[in-house]
């Protein structure tokens, strides 16, 4: 009987919503930002407005476009946009001055972020069994250093970041460029993320293997499933015996 995994020579991860969060959340720093600078609101209805200006960003995009891309000031534009879709959906006309530039340094910097609480331990797992992995996000030229920061460059060979890649997930070519970077085959990578039509879609159309997470409250969904998907959890609990 083949062994669940088997086959698997990469393991890829997408990071927002998968290996990190915003702490505290968009919401909560948007609503700072916007709010010390003359336009007051809450975080949790910025946090429903951000999540429907992204959604709509990402689904009007066809899936050969790299989103950051298409703005004539590069990424800090394609942020300026979306802060400007964001504030009008709460109501307003146009963001404070200054208030752009401002989140856009804020999320630069590792303390904006925290890693979900099964991130370590997995990734430590996988690299203690040598299991190559790989990152395959829609971010822009930040992401690198930002996993730097966070600990977090040092478990993964290839990055594969949107913004620097001209391609973006759903594309398949993002995957296929992963794969080619780590001397593999498209049929033995395993995507993980926690995005339907990114993640799950743009894995499966590009011939990888992929494993839909979830962070939703009460989830059992979590990293650990990657071992689960590989065999090593049994592996590890029967040599702990």
């Not at 300026?80 to 752009?100: I, K, N, S, Y």
Request: charged share 25%; hydrophobic share 40%; proline share 6%.
């Amino acid at each position: 009987m083949k062994r669940p995994g088997a086959g698997i020579r990469l393991v890829t991860f997408d990071v927002g919503g998968t290996l990190i969060h915003p702490n505290p959340s968009v919401g909560a720093v948007y609503a700072e930002v916007l709010t010390r600078r003359g336009f007051p609101c809450e975080g949790v209805a910025v946090d429903r407005a951000f999540e429907e200006s992204w959604s709509l960003a990402a689904s009007s995009l066809p899936s050969s476009t790299e989103r950051y891309g298409r703005s004539l000031e590069g990424e800090r534009g394609y942020w300026r946009d979306l802060l400007a879709d964001t504030v009008r959906r709460l109501g307003g006309l146009e963001p404070p001055t200054g208030a752009a530039e401002e989140l856009f340094e804020r999320f630069s910097h590792a303390g904006t972020w925290s890693l979900f609480p099964d991130v370590l331990p997995t990734l430590e797992a996988l690299a203690g069994r040598a299991v190559p992995m790989a990152v395959i996000s829609n971010w822009d030229s930040r992401l690198p250093g930002l996993l730097r920061d966070l600990g977090l460059r040092r478990y993964f060979g290839p990055l594969l970041v949107s913004a620097l890649e001209a391609c973006e997930k759903p594309d398949a070519r993002i995957f296929h460029l992963a794969a080619s970077r780590a001397g593999v085959r498209p049929a033995e990578v395993l995507h993980v993320g926690d995005r339907d039509r990114e993640d799950v879609e743009g894995a499966l159309r590009a011939g990888c293997s992929a494993l839909k997470i979830s962070r939703s409250p009460g989830s059992a969904q979590g990293l650990e499933a990657v071992l689960e998907r590989l065999g090593q959890a049994a592996t590890s609990t029967e040599r702990t015996r």
